[in-house]
């Protein structure tokens, strides 16, 4: 029975052979890689790459296509919402199931995948922001909007919160373009293909705090930052130096890293 994409789910299941040619390429699985394919759908992507690595974890919310993978013998399914899953949790659960002998395999990453919701692409990103620690690399298949802004740089209209919060963590670039025609039903907007690295030796940071930073920073962007962060800054009693006479958007990444570190170490107890 043919399934019918379900519009609460953001399904749209991709159907053009050459662009998952181009997705498999880019991502590169190799045998025995520990990859994690979030939204399978139809497997339109899934089968081209278990067909390489050998094995796949799969996350589907959709009981009725999470029913139909189970039947494949290289998958594992985990039937539920994205958001709910541990991805520390599977990784562990992954170097346990390997051969103890095989501490190579035991130290391994994940590498994630998939074809983002539309609706909760963002949710899902910050989400993996909190396992990046186990993850090797992510590809994702999202809005074009959504993949400008994460690549933006300073002083364009794209660069945002979105832009700060994720490329002091990644290493990230835009490596395909998806049109419409490519799926079924076709989505009413464009869409790419990015890949994220996290980096090897990131900043210490206080996630929760630099989220509220940048979201304080952006709230007004017109404005300058003596109208928004300046304010925050002072509330936080915050004694360093910080050229608030800009907007928001024209401060690169390294800046914040730079004013969020300088604030944490006058916030930590002496």
Not at 71 to 79: R, S
Not at 80 to 103: C, G, P, Q, T
Not at 203 to 217: D, F, I, M, R, Y
């Amino acid at each position: 029975m043919k399934h019918i994409a379900r519009k609460r789910f953001g399904q749209h299941f991709l159907t053009d052979g050459g662009i998952i040619e181009d997705i498999v390429q880019a991502i590169a699985p190799k045998p025995g890689q520990r990859m994690v394919e979030i939204g399978p759908g139809l497997a339109a992507l899934t089968q081209p790459l278990v067909e390489r690595l050998g094995h796949l974890i799969v996350i589907e919310l959709d009981r009725d296509l999470a029913q139909r993978l189970r039947c494949h013998g290289q998958l594992t399914v985990i039937e539920s919402d994205v958001l709910k899953v541990n991805f520390s949790l599977v990784n562990a659960e992954w170097s346990a199931s390997d051969s103890i002998a095989n501490s190579e395999a035991a130290a391994s990453k994940l590498r994630v995948v998939g074809n983002l919701p539309y609706n909760i692409s963002t949710p899902i990103l910050f989400h993996l922001l909190d396992a990046v620690d186990v993850i090797e690399d992510q590809h994702f298949m999202l809005q074009k909007e959504v993949i400008d802004r994460m690549v933006a740089k300073p002083a364009t209209a794209a660069f945002g919160r979105l832009s700060v919060m994720l490329q002091w963590r990644y290493a990230m670039e835009n490596v395909l373009l998806v049109p419409p025609e490519s799926f079924d039903p076709p989505p009413r907007v464009n869409s790419a293909v990015v890949r994220m690295v996290p980096f090897a030796n990131p900043p210490a940071l206080n996630v929760g705090l630099l989220s509220e930073l940048v979201q304080v920073a952006f709230s007004q962007r017109r404005k300058l930052l003596r109208h928004t962060l300046g304010r925050w800054l002072e509330e936080k009693g915050f004694a360093g130096v910080f050229d608030v006479q800009r907007r928001a958007e024209e401060v690169p990444v390294s800046a914040y890293v730079e004013l969020l570190q300088h604030l944490q170490s006058q916030l930590q107890p002496v």
